[in-house]
Structures are given as C-alpha cells and as structure tokens.
C-alpha cells in the first residue's frame, strides 16, 4: 500500500525543494522515515503474510503423513514455548486442532499438550467458547503434560517472549540434545522485521541486562519475526 505514495513524493519534492528550507528538513525527514522504517516494515508484513500460511499447512501435512504412519498409538503434540493461559497463544493450540481435524485426522488419533500448567483463573477466551474442547488435555485445567519419547514438539511463529522469535539458534540446537528435527519449512525471500525501532532496540541491547529500558524502549535482542515451522521427535 505504502508503494502508491512514490509517484506522489516524485511530483511534489520538486516543487517545493529549492522554495523552504523547511520543505527541504520534512522531505529528507519523510525520506529518511521511509527508507529505513516504513518500507522495511512493509516488506516483512508482505513476505511474512505470504510465507505463513503455507508453511502452517506444509507442516500440517507433515504431521499428518507422520501420524498416519504410525496408527498403533494417539500421538502427543506440543506446541514449544507456547502459554495456554494467554488469549493469542492460547488459540494457537485452537487452531492446530482445528486444521488437524479439517485435513482428516480424528481426535483419537492425536492429543494436543502443554507442558505449561492450566488453572482455574487462566484468562484464556477459549474457554469461554462454545466449542467442544474436552477432546484435547491442553485445553482441560489440570497440572502440566510432560513431553515423552516419541512425542511432537513444533515451534512455530507464535512461540513466546522468552525465546524471542524462533530464529534463536541458540534455542532451536539445544532441543537437538533431546529431539530430532524431522521437519521445517524454508522461507527463502522472507524479511525480518528490520524497521527503525527494531535498529534502536538492537543497539540499546548492547551490554544491556534482561528487563531493562531506555526511553521506553525494551533492551532486549531484535524482534526478527521468521514464519518458518520446526517439528521435533522426542528422543
């Protein structure tokens, strides 16, 4: 959307560069806002927004091929990082069920799982739905799953704060000690959410312990935003 303001920038800055100098300060400023945040920031929405979707559903199809290969058990799906007592990632587990039992799965063939504790006072909207979630123990109140051998651990795009995005390396090999990768997507165009405060925040994390802020500004590694998908074997 923000590329349809181009033409208009390249007709009018002739205009008024040599009337102000004033003009001159607010069109460097505007140009300099736009290079480094504002089509930055345009090109990740768009890469990440293409990208998404079809790796949710490469990796749906995955899982799926993978549980109908082993028909012997109901396979265990955790989603890594991910709280259950949180609105937005709470509905991640909503979604993957849905999706699972839309492509053909059936709800006894798989459980999703959390190794995150549900209490009665979790705010999650879910459960104030009208929808059927007694199938599933993630979304039962209770004390937390513990992920075994041969379970699924899926790192996904929503994965909490604490890992940051789940382009953390650090993160993805320490769960190679106890989990094979058996897939993930690759979004080869894809851009990271490189836009101007995503620069300030890098630069204020420099030397920066946990927690701290600077103007408002959290002191904390850049917010990358990968849309890729990882599915892990319990070893």
């Known amino acids: ?4 303001t181009i033409p208009a920038l390249f007709y009018f800055v002739p205009q008024v560069w040599n009337k102000k100098i004033i003009w001159k ?7 300099f806002l736009f290079i480094f945040d504002t089509l930055p920031f345009s090109l990740h929405f768009l890469t990440y927004a293409k ?3 079809n790796n ?8 799926i091929k993978d549980i109908k ?6 396979a265990n799906i955790f989603l890594a990082e991910t709280e259950i007592c949180g609105a937005n990632q709470a509905w991640a587990y909503f979604k993957f069920s849905e999706f699972l039992l839309y492509k053909g799965l059936t709800a006894e063939q798989f459980d999703l799982k959390s190794n995150q504790k549900k209490t009665p006072d979790c705010d999650s909207s879910i459960h104030d739905t009208k929808v059927s979630l007694d199938r599933f123990t993630v979304f039962q109140y209770g004390p937390a799953s513990k992920i075994a051998k041969g379970d699924y651990l899926i790192v996904t795009p929503e ?5 940051k995005n789940n382009s953390n390396k650090d993160y993805l090999e320490s769960l190679n000690n106890e989990h094979d990768l058996v ?3 690759r979004s080869a165009f894809a851009f990271p959410m490189l836009n101007l405060k995503e620069i300030i925040r890098y630069f204020l994390s420099v030397g920066a312990s946990p927690g701290q802020k600077l103007f408002g500004v959290s ?17």
Do not use: C
């Open 69 to 74: 290969s082993k028909p012997d058990k109901r």
């Open 25 to 31: 300060i607010l069109a460097l400023t505007a140009g």
């Open 159 to 163: 994965i909490t704060d604490e890992i």
């Open 51 to 53: 990208y998404l979707p």
């Open 219 to 235: 002191q904390k590694r850049p917010f990358m935003r990968w849309p890729d998908f990882y599915v892990f074997i319990h070893k």
């Open 183 to 185: 897939f993930r997507t």
């Open 56 to 63: 949710f559903n490469k990796t749906l199809d995955f899982v």
């Open 1 to 4: 959307m923000y590329i349809f």
